[in-house]
């Protein structure tokens, strides 16, 4: 194959040519690092990569299956890694100026699970400064006049443009699914605690979620199954047996998946493009979504979340951002200010708040498969700004497994992501009931 066409294999069928010898490691990275080569200059997803480095990576996993020794399931598949995550072999600076050059000695969790699963960190991707909203240098592949949404913009937007199939970044509010769906790719938080944080920037324990992205389900299936799992040094981790979320993802549902079309007290968010677009989808879908409208209590939810995040990101990072001064920047500063200003009465009212949620989603997920939801207000605003993450605060409040798949095109057939919400813990089902509804609109 010419590398045009290697790069763009999936990352399971890839994976299943370098497992049969018919595909090298060192040709599959070659070919991704061409094409990075060729787009990287307009989108900018990329803050490190060093090509010789992946290439080492690729030769020596080559030299390993030659062996006969055993293989991992991302053996040779190169992943972007979102710049909060610590990696030892590239800088990790989170987009901050404070970070600039700092280089931990270790990987975090996640970097080493996807190299022992036989993974190519091929690179950091571009994040928002400190995974907040002031913006980096990232494009959206399908139009660069717009954003790629954030805080892991460049990881939605590597994967959106051929050049990597797999990409890690983190969800503190909406920055796995918004991106998703502004790049038209795949995404996937899962459960609160599924994927382990240790190693990375944390800015509120309560919220912050480790997300994958892909260019399909199985794919992202496939590196979530690497990734899950119980780990002591993040405190929300639990000791669980990690879903075979590819065999269940695949499986035929026993019965067509009832799914509650939640337009959420933030509905008029929505442009009214994707409002259309939503209506037209439920009724296509016919008497399989019923509508399903939230408690008036459930409004709560999104000055809870900003209590919550604004003062554990204070408590997290005050005491760097005000080291530096002026070279932060002032949305980080002014989040700073009001976070460190919290009520402890306001801030644990938010956090109990936080487990009714969950508590009412849950008695309305032992009705449903899945909520069906916008993944965003519209198609991708031009300019940088990263965009409303609304229709993402709640089920990250609530720790829900959530999903954004490309299904939908708004004006010039800009990609509008379809979000399905699944009940807690219950990743693997939420995978298959995804499958389902992409199928069946094909």
Partial sequence: MADGQLAALSATDAAAEIARGVLSAEDYISACLARI????????????????????????????????????????????????FNTADYPTECGSALLKGRRPARDCTAVARLRAAGAVIIGKTVTTECA???????????????????????????????????AIGSQTNGSVIRPASFCGVFGI??????????????????????????????????????????????????????????????????????????????????????????????????????????????????????????????H?????????????????????????QTNAL????????AARYRAGLADILKDYDAILTPSAPGVAPKGIATGNPAFNTLWTLAGLPAVTLPLLQGEGGLPIGVQLVGAFGDDARLLRTANWLEAKLA
């Avoid at 290439?55 to 972007?80: E, K, N, T, Y």
């Avoid at 968010?269 to 939503?278: I, L, P, Q």
């Fill in 37 to 84: 080569s060729e787009a990287e200059k307009d989108v900018h997803a990329f803050i490190h990569i060093d090509a010789e480095q992946a290439l080492r990576q690729a030769r020596a996993l080559d030299a390993r299956r030659r062996s006969g020794q055993p293989i991992g399931p991302l053996h040779g598949l190169p992943v972007g890694i979102k710049d909060i």
């Fill in 132 to 166: 907040y909203f002031h913006p980096g240098a990232t494009r959206n592949p399908h139009d660069l006049e717009r954003t790629p949404g954030g805080s892991s913009s460049g990881s939605a937007a590597a994967v959106a443009a051929g050049m990597i199939p797999l």
């Fill in 189 to 314: 938080k899962p459960t609160h605690g599924t994927i382990s944080r240790h190693g990375a920037l944390i800015l509120s324990l309560a919220l912050d979620h480790v997300g994958v992205f892909a260019r399909s389900l199985a794919d992202a299936a496939l590196i979530l199954e690497a990734l899950a799992g119980y780990d002591a040094e993040d405190p929300d981790s639990r000791p669980f047996a990690s879903p075979a979320f590819r065999a269940v993802a695949a499986e035929k549902p026993p019965s067509p998946p009832r799914l509650a079309f939640v337009r959420t007290p933030v509905w008029d968010k929505a442009d009214a493009e994707a409002r259309a677009a939503f209506e037209a989808l439920a009724q296509r879908l016919g008497d399989i979504v019923r509508p399903v409208d939230l408690p008036e209590t459930f409004a709560g939810a999104w000055p809870d979340q900003r209590v919550i995040m604004f003062t554990d990101m204070a």
């Fill in 316 to 340: 997290n990072l005050g005491a760097m951002v005000a080291r530096g001064g002026d070279a932060s920047s002032q949305q980080l500063r002014d989040l700073i200010a009001e976070g460190s």
């Fill in 346 to 353: 306001r801030y644990l009212a938010a956090r109990d708040s």
